[in-house]
Nanobody, 127 residues
Framework: DVQLVESGGGSALAGGSVRLSCAAG????????IGWFRQTPGLEREAVAA?????????????YIADSVKGRFTISRDNAKNTVYLQMISLKPEDTAMYYC????????????????WGQGTQVTVS
């Protein structure tokens, strides 16, 4: 089974920072990308960032950051740990959402339909 395990959510003050982690394990092999999405009640899930894995544990490396968070969010990957991180700084109340990690084996992690498996989500609340 593919398992994506997110961690690192919680509460932060506006202007603060949070780092989310997504442990992907062996699911990374053969994947095209791992992305972060977020969703608030009543709204559609939106892509926040993605890292392209190139199909292997050490391939790829290019990233995508949504315009809405560009300059504040960065995505990175630790190949040795098969873990993807979302570093969020200068947080705003509108960043409050449930954040999900997802993996795609054919898409580009730009929209939910691109993704094949999802983590359970981790809540980030900014006040």
């Amino acid at each position: 089974d593919v398992q994506l395990v997110e961690s690192g959510g919680g509460s932060a003050l506006a202007g603060g920072s949070v780092r989310l982690s997504c442990a992907a394990g062996t699911a990374t092999y053969g994947s095209n990308c791992i992305g972060w999405f977020r969703q608030t009640p009543g709204l559609e899930r939106e892509a926040v960032a993605a890292v392209y894995t190139g199909g292997g544990y050490t391939g790829g490396g290019s990233t995508y950051i949504a315009d809405s968070v560009k300059g504040r969010f960065t995505i990175s990957r630790d190949n040795a740990k098969n873990t993807v991180y979302l570093q969020m700084i200068s947080l705003k109340p509108e960043d409050t959402a449930m954040y999900y990690c997802a993996i795609s084996y054919g898409g580009r992690c730009r929209k939910p339909d691109d993704c094949n498996y999802w983590g359970q989500g981790t809540q980030v609340t900014v006040s």
